[in-house]
């Protein structure tokens, strides 16, 4: 049996105005095998090129309960077209083609909030030199739209399609703008996005504008039009906001033992989560300020949502 790719966790999840008390367990051995008859979740992945969406990503793509339908990625952390080919790179290095991967407009449906470029730098350069990318992709870009791509793929589905949204709005709301039908055809809208009853994530950045607001959380921050736009268009929403998200804690442990697991996608998540302990974790709102130490020995890091969303979608949702 091999390891486990993520390590147990307890949480909680908001889900409607419930909160719900669930444990995590992560058994790869008791999981049937790609190919067998289980009925896999048609999904498609929508990320603003984020170290923790990265992990979701490789997270779900080697998850037998999901079928992944197409990638997209939002303004946000990454600029799209940038980032674009590293996912194609990507994937090269966890030998998975056929997928099509779109990337999304560079800006925000309205306003000018982004991220600064000194963050988007790292993002450009998929955070070498803790990962190391095949130099040459498999296969190219699609050439439509993000939002092009989540319309035709949501229509050309013989069934509804989830999607899990893990960074900006942006795609989802220039799809719905395109065609609002595809919302009947969304059978659930998966976000890691906003602070419903805690302060926001921006205040614990270090940037001097971005930690004087003290409410807003990066996601939904980045494009509030396109968020208002996706939350107001009826879609089964399930919404997991910085309350789940401060729950968990990435720790070395957890770098070392998806290491240890061995397989391409663990391997890039080790690489993806020491990139985080180790640039962003000194930042961690949960360790006091006085216990706070320097970036190469930080414990954790909460600042890796998307994969703790991907985790939750995966055992508490399927
Ligand atoms: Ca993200």
Redesign the pocket.
């Known amino acids: 049996m091999k390891k486990p790719f993520f390590k147990n966790h307890l949480c909680y999840s908001l889900l409607s105005s419930l909160t719900l008390l669930v444990t995590l367990p992560i058994a790869f051995g008791s999981q049937p095998a790609f190919g067998s008859t289980l009925n896999r979740t048609p999904i498609i992945l929508d990320?603003?090129?984020?170290q923790?969406?990265m992990t979701a990503w490789a997270y779900i793509l080697q998850n037998p309960k999901f079928e992944v339908k197409a990638m997209t990625i939002s303004q946000?952390?990454a600029r799209p077209q940038i980032f674009g080919n590293n996912v194609m790179r990507m994937l090269a290095g966890l030998g998975i083609t056929g997928i099509p991967v779109a990337v999304g407009r560079e800006t925000p449906l309205s306003g000018n909030n982004a991220f600064p470029d000194a963050f988007r730098a790292d993002t450009d350069t998929f955070w070498t030199p803790f990962t190391n990318l095949p130099d040459k992709a498999l296969e190219t870009v699609d050439q439509r739209s993000a939002a092009q791509l989540l319309v035709d793929t949501i229509n050309q589905s013989p069934e509804p399609v989830e999607i899990l949204m893990?960074?900006s709005a942006t795609n989802i709301a220039d799809a719905l703008t395109i065609d609002p039908s595809i919302a009947k055809k969304i059978s659930r809208l998966e976000i890691?996005g906003g602070a419903v009853f805690v302060p926001g994530n921006l205040r614990e950045h270090l940037d001097p504008i971005l930690k004087q607001n003290l409410v807003s959380e990066f996601?939904i921050w980045t494009d509030p039009v396109a968020a208002q736009k996706v939350f107001s268009a009826g879609l089964p929403i399930s919404l997991t906001p910085l309350d789940a998200t401060n729950q968990i804690g990435f720790t070395r442990a957890d770098q070392a033992a998806w290491k240890a697991t061995g397989t391409p996608e663990s391997i890039l998540a080790s690489q993806l989560l020491d990139y985080a302990l180790t640039n962003i974790s000194g930042n961690d709102p949960l360790i006091p300020n006085p216990a706070r130490v320097s970036a190469s020995q930080t414990l954790l890091t909460r600042w890796f949502?998307?994969s703790t969303k991907a985790q939750i979608s995966s055992k508490l949702l399927h």
């Not at 990320?47 to 984020?50: A, K, L, T, V, Y």
């Open positions: 990320d603003d090129g984020s923790d969406g946000g952390l893990t960074g890691m996601n949502w998307g």
